[in-house]
């Protein structure tokens, strides 16, 4: 889709560029912003750049020819050279020179191109997986309810594989597309499920979308200003909405974010610091997060874009004749620069660890086995099939079962669940005279209950109640003795329940509060624990339990308090929950893997924000671990001004850049790595901190060292400082220049 410049093709160069409407428009710029024509070509939507090939991929502007008067969409690739512009002609390729009217583009986790093609009057509108190197298209999906797609426009893919994308009617106003038989909604799409669904349908038009770096608001343009070919109507929406997501699967919080004059957006994108880029008929506007305009990209005919190049700074723009470079200081999210790899293959999860868990059928399984048992003995029980936590899956009855061992059977179960041991050892204990068994918590000394065991690993559980002791254990026998399946589930390690804690407890330090931080599993219960000297003894139970209640619900605890103060009391009743702000979830690949809980913060409020802090540091720790590639070039820039190159769970990349002695730093968890590039220093390693203080979670800075070990470094010299051992450089050239690898103990 097309703004239409008043002044013909755009003009911009370096002089008149940019606009600023709000001082922290410079941090977007830099000190060096330019803008700068790359190439003549007939770019229109979808621009994706692909960092494992400095390459830049878009779909052409629709072109009417032959008989039918059909538009037609190619898909191109540009061939990069880091930041040389402008570039040659014949770097521009044809990928797919055929599309059923393709648009907008993404890139999915295993590096293939997502497409939305908007359809023909004779071939229904999809999205689709294009692999570039094969030329290959398969469909995802181009229905919803037995009913064709209207015209997909833009897609995005989040880091759980799912698939979102806005469907207008545009194909049917452009006259390419039978008359609509859905609404214009916004859409999202699961692979591995093939399960479809409409996330919002409130737009006039969907256009645009992105999500926020933390993926935790979407961002929508609407164009509906925008409806027949040229129009443009100031009474219908011209504006970007935000929307809060919700357990990786729904949308909730609608709110207005920002109106677009001149014109309406269509491509929308954030940067690293979530700043909000949406085109408009000026160029490109550039908005906090708040909604507040701070500056403009002035270039008129402006469609879509997107953030590439070695360092993720430059904006690769669209405008139907031309694609255009601005070179920024903003970046893109770290996850839009990971690098894609056009080969499937087993990836690591980083600092994630799975388990089994019973599946339905596992369940079933369990249970038809044991009342089978049960009916062919006669007795009258109660089975019960629980989790490893000692939840429930499955209750069942034999008829004449008594009602009180309902309960009794739940108890049995949980028991040996939690024990990882069957219920009768717990009551061998007490019969054998060690009474102090009974006071184990959670715990019942009543035969009956089995663990239920895959390779070695306890997943749940049987208890039967009703007959004799040894006759109701016989049922939980033969059930956990039948074949049963599980499926394999991520699961919350202790050192990603460790990132997420200390994460709030350096943010909590930097702002000078002492809350509690609890980090719990998928279950509730605790995993780790943050307690600083300062925090109150209350806030350890109450960090605990919304924690608990944002793992067992499934939600923030905030809901809960919001529930009951605006006219849902009986919120307080629900089991398990308290209606306090400052519990989080923790996700990984939408499913809840645990939880992290505040208390004691400044106020109720700062409690919530740092455990939002907390359940992002846990869900990046959960990212896919791919190998990374750095151009000399890219090396190179970042050298200029020093900066990390890569921050990973447990570790980080710094590509340092120091010409002035510095103050002595100690880092509690942390080993540097240290190679040297370019210069000289003199460091001191070791010896007595002179007035240290603390700046974070293990971290620690002073005015300087007495005693220590002193150390010459020049070019190709590595030094290696383990956790614990303050050091200080007291010298260095102008420049020096080293990588600094910091891996996490």
């Not at 699961?190 to 996330?199: H, K, N, Q, W």
């Not at 408009?280 to 906090?288: C, H, I, K, R």
Request: hydrophobic share 40%; net charge negative.
């Amino acid at each position: 889709m097309r703004h239409t410049s008043l002044t013909g093709e755009p003009a911009a160069g370096p002089q008149g560029a940019f606009l600023a409407h709000d001082p922290e428009f410079a941090a977007v710029l830099g000190a060096s912003p330019r803008l700068v024509r790359v190439v003549e070509t007939d770019a229109h939507e979808g621009p994706v750049y692909v960092p494992a090939e400095d390459a830049l991929y878009f779909t052409t502007l629709p072109r009417r020819s032959g008989a039918s008067g059909l538009p037609e969409v190619a898909v191109k690739r540009l061939a990069l050279d880091g930041e040389r512009f402008p570039l040659e002609q014949d770097r521009v390729s044809v990928v797919l020179p055929v599309t059923r009217v393709a648009n907008g583009m993404t890139l999915d986790l295993q590096g293939r191109l997502v497409v939305c093609e908007q359809g023909t009057p004779t071939e229904p509108a999809r999205i689709s997986r294009l692999d570039p190197a094969s030329g290959q298209v398969e469909a995802v999906v181009d229905g919803f309810g037995g009913l064709p797609l209207n015209s997909p426009n833009d897609v995005v893919v989040r880091r759980d594989g799912t698939v979102w994308f806005t469907d207008p009617s545009y194909g049917y106003l452009q006259g390419f597309r039978p008359e609509p038989r859905l609404g214009d909604y916004v859409y999202r799409c699961d692979p591995r499920s093939g399960r479809l669904a409409v996330v919002a349908d409130c737009f006039t038009k969907p256009n645009g979308l992105a999500f926020a770096p933390d993926e935790r608001i979407l961002y929508v343009t609407d164009s509906g200003a925008n409806q027949e070919p040229g129009s443009y109507h100031a009474g219908l929406p011209h504006h970007v909405v935000a929307f809060d997501v919700r357990d990786g699967r729904h949308l909730t919080g609608q709110r207005l974010l920002a109106v677009t004059v001149p014109g309406f957006p269509d491509g929308i994108k954030v940067d690293a610091a979530g700043r909000v880029y949406a085109s408009a008929g000026s160029g490109v506007q550039v908005f906090t997060s708040a909604g507040d305009l701070i500056g403009e990209i002035r270039l008129p005919g402006a469609v879509n874009f997107a953030f590439g190049g070695p360092g993720g700074n430059v904006l690769f723009i669209t405008t139907d004749t031309a694609i255009w470079a601005a070179v920024l200081a903003a970046t893109a999210p770290a996850a839009g620069r990971q690098q894609h790899t056009r080969e499937r293959s087993v990836t690591s999860m980083g600092s994630v660890r799975t388990r089994r868990a019973l599946d339905a059928g596992g369940v079933a399984a369990v249970m038809t086995a044991a009342e089978q048992t049960a009916l062919a003995k006669g007795y009258r029980v109660v089975i019960a099939v629980v989790d490893a936590w000692g939840h429930v899956l499955q209750l069942r009855r034999t008829e004449g079962a008594q009602p009180a061992s309902d309960k009794v059977a739940m108890d049995k179960a949980r028991t040996a669940a939690i024990f990882v041991r069957p219920s009768r050892e717990i009551e061998q204990q007490v019969s054998g005279g060690r009474l102090g068994a009974l006071a184990l918590h959670g715990a019942v000394a009543l035969t009956g209950g089995v663990p239920l065991r895959v390779d070695g690993e306890v997943v749940g559980a049987v208890g039967t109640s009703g007959e004799t002791p040894d006759e109701d254990e016989s049922v939980s026998i033969a059930g956990a003795a039948a074949p049963f399946s599980t499926v394999e589930v991520p699961a919350l390690s202790r050192e990603q329940a460790r990132q997420a804690a200390e994460a709030v407890g350096t943010a909590a330090t930097a702002r000078g509060v002492a809350p509690v931080v609890s980090v719990v599993d998928a279950g509730g219960e605790l995993v780790y624990l943050w307690r600083p000297d300062a925090a109150q003894v209350a806030s350890v139970a109450v960090t605990t339990d919304k924690a608990r209640t944002a793992a067992l619900y499934r939600r923030p605890s905030k809901d809960f308090e919001e529930q009951a103060a605006h006219g849902r009391p009986s919120a307080l009743h629900l089991g398990g929950a308290v209606p306090l702000q400052g519990g989080m979830p923790i996700l990984h690949d939408g499913e809840v893997v645990g939880a992290v809980g505040v208390s004691g913060a400044s106020s109720a409020d700062e409690d919530q924000e740092l455990a939002v802090l907390g359940a992002q540091a846990a869900a990046a720790a959960t990212g896919r671990a791919e190998a990374t590639f750095f151009s000399r070039t890219a090396v190179d820039a970042r050298f200029q001004t020093g900066g990390l190159l890569l921050e990973a769970p447990g570790y980080k990349v710094d590509a340092a850049r120091r010409t002035a002695p510095g103050e002595v730093e100690y880092h509690e968890r942390v080993v540097d790595i240290m190679h040297v590039v370019e210069g000289g220093a003199t460091v001191v390693t070791g010896g007595e901190m002179v007035e240290p203080r603390s700046v974070g979670a293990g971290e620690l800075r002073a005015r300087s060292l007495r005693g220590g070990t002193t150390r010459e470094l020049a070019t190709g010299d590595v030094l290696v400082i383990p956790a614990g051992v303050p050091h200080q450089f007291v010298a260095v050239s102008d420049p020096f220049l080293y990588f600094v690898a910091k891996v996490e103990r």
